[in-house]
């Protein structure tokens, strides 16, 4: 199915990695983007790898070559809203993906994840690749 896509971390490193099951999902899609927040953890994790180099430029070949989607004021309340709903809940989730998850409600965009966190963020439609 083709739509507009939010990629999660867990997505982007198999892509990088070149799984084809995400290339083709990704070669299908209208759109595809990512939070910025995403961008921090996969530079992240070039820096924290054995062959660091090799990985930053390929994270920055990525980052240069699809959109990319900043936190603004609007993210900021979207973020307070699941935050307090997750307490509500009992569901935390890590930080950064309820950032990422406020990206993809302010945006509309479903989220394509390999995690089952985002699951519990009330309207929030969630695709695992």
């Given at each position: 199915?083709?739509?507009?896509?939010?990629?999660?971390?867990?997505?982007?490193?198999?892509?990088?990695?070149?799984?084809?099951?995400?290339?083709?999902?990704m070669r299908r899609?209208?759109?595809?983007?990512?939070?910025?927040?995403?961008?921090?953890?996969?530079?992240?994790?070039?820096?924290?790898?054995?062959?660091?180099?090799?990985?930053?430029?390929?994270?920055?070949?990525?980052?240069?070559?699809?959109?990319?989607?900043?936190?603004?004021?609007?993210?900021?309340?979207?973020?307070?809203?699941?935050?307090?709903?997750?307490?509500?809940?009992?569901?935390?989730?890590?930080?950064?993906?309820?950032?990422?998850?406020?990206?993809?409600?302010?945006?509309?965009?479903?989220?394509?994840?390999?995690?089952s966190d985002c699951?519990?963020?009330?309207?929030?439609?969630?695709?695992?690749?």
């Amino acid at each position: 199915m083709a739509g507009s896509y939010l990629l999660d971390t867990n997505v982007v490193v198999p892509f990088l990695n070149g799984e084809s099951a995400v290339e083709e999902r990704m070669r299908r899609a209208e759109e595809v983007a990512v939070a910025s927040i995403v961008l921090g953890e996969l530079f992240y994790g070039a820096r924290n790898s054995i062959r660091a180099e090799a990985n930053l430029i390929r994270v920055e070949a990525f980052a240069a070559a699809i959109t990319v989607i900043n936190c603004d004021a609007e993210t900021g309340r979207t973020y307070g809203v699941i935050r307090h709903q997750l307490q509500r809940k009992g569901r935390p989730i890590p930080e950064n993906d309820i950032w990422i998850a406020a990206i993809a409600r302010q945006w509309n965009l479903m989220l394509i994840t390999r995690d089952s966190d985002c699951t519990y963020v009330d309207s929030l439609v969630v695709e695992r690749w």
